[in-house]
C-alpha cells in the first residue's frame, strides 16, 4: 500500500523568511502525482502546487516550490518570503490513476510576526 | 467558480442518531470522497463514488454508509451515531479526465455527538 509520511508535526517560521516542509512516500508505481494542500484555520482545504512524476522540473506557484527527488521519494515544499497568511496545515498528498489520494497527516505551519 | 457545499458547518447530534452529512458540486465531476479529519491522524478516507450509484469503500468504513443517486450529490450516513464519529468530515470531488484529478474540498462539517 501506498503510504505518505510528513515527518514534521509542527513548524514556525519568521515572516519573509524561508521554509521547508517535507514529505516522503513509498510506491512502486512508475506514473504518479504529488500535490501539497493548504489548509487555513477554519477555512477550507485548497491546492498549492502539484508535480508529476514523469516531469523532471520542479513545480514552482509563485512564492511555492517543490524539490522533487523521484528516486528518493521525497517532495519537499518550499515557501519564499513568508506570509502571516500562510499560516496552515500543509497536507502533501500522492495519487495514481484514478485512485482516491492518500494523504499524510499533515504540518502545521506557523508563520510569526 | 467551482463549488463543493457541504450542507452544515457545524452539527451537534445524540448517540443513537441517524445523522446525514450532504455535499453537493457544480463541476459535473465523476469521482466524490468523504474523509474524517482528526488531530495527529491527517485525513482517512470512508468511503469514495466514481459514478452514480456507485460506491467504494475507503480505509475507515465501519459505522458509516454513502448514497449517490444523482452524480452532482454525495450523501455520508451515520447509521447510529457513536462518541468516537464526533469529527470533522470533508467532502472532495474530482474529475476523472485525464491529468484533471486535482480534488476539490467542501468547507467542512464539525459534528459532535453527545
Known amino acids: 500500500a501506498q503510504t505518505v509520511t510528513q515527518s514534521q508535526p509542527e513548524m514556525s517560521v519568521q515572516e519573509a523568511e524561508t521554509v521547508t516542509l517535507s514529505c516522503t512516500y513509498d510506491?512502486?508505481?512508475?506514473?504518479?502525482?504529488l500535490f501539497w494542500y493548504k489548509q487555513p484555520p477554519s477555512r477550507q482545504m485548497i491546492l498549492v502546487i502539484r508535480?508529476?512524476?514523469?516531469?523532471?522540473q520542479n513545480a514552482t506557484e509563485n512564492r511555492f516550490s517543490v524539490n522533487f527527488q523521484k528516486a528518493a521519494k521525497s517532495f519537499s515544499l518550499k515557501i519564499s518570503d513568508s506570509q502571516l497568511g500562510d499560516t496552515a496545515m500543509y497536507f502533501c498528498?500522492?495519487?495514481?490513476?484514478?485512485?482516491?489520494?492518500?494523504f499524510g497527516k499533515g504540518t502545521r505551519l506557523s508563520v510569526i510576526a | 467558480d467551482v463549488k463543493v457545499t457541504q450542507s452544515s458547518r457545524y452539527l451537534v447530534k445524540r448517540t443513537g442518531e441517524k445523522v446525514f452529512l450532504e455535499c453537493v458540486q457544480d463541476?459535473?465531476?465523476?469521482?466524490m470522497f468523504w474523509y474524517r479529519q482528526d488531530p495527529g491522524l491527517g485525513l482517512r478516507l470512508i468511503y469514495f463514488?466514481?459514478?452514480?450509484?456507485?460506491?467504494e469503500k475507503g480505509d475507515i468504513p465501519e459505522g458509516y454508509s454513502v448514497s449517490r443517486e444523482k452524480k452532482e450529490r454525495f450523501s455520508l450516513i451515520l447509521e447510529s451515531a457513536s462518541t468516537n464519529q464526533t469529527s470533522m468530515y470533508l467532502c472532495?470531488?474530482?474529475?476523472?479526465?485525464?491529468?484533471?484529478?486535482?480534488?476539490?474540498f467542501g468547507p467542512g462539517t464539525r459534528l459532535t455527538v453527545l
Open positions: 498528498a500522492w495519487l495514481s490513476g484514478n485512485t482516491p489520494l492518500v
Open positions: 463541476m459535473d465531476h465523476e469521482n
Open positions: 472532495a470531488s474530482s474529475s476523472s479526465g485525464q491529468g484533471k484529478n486535482e480534488q476539490f
Open positions: 510506491t512502486s508505481e512508475s506514473n504518479y502525482y
Open positions: 463514488s466514481y459514478d452514480v450509484k456507485m460506491k
Open positions: 508535480q508529476e512524476a514523469y516531469k523532471q
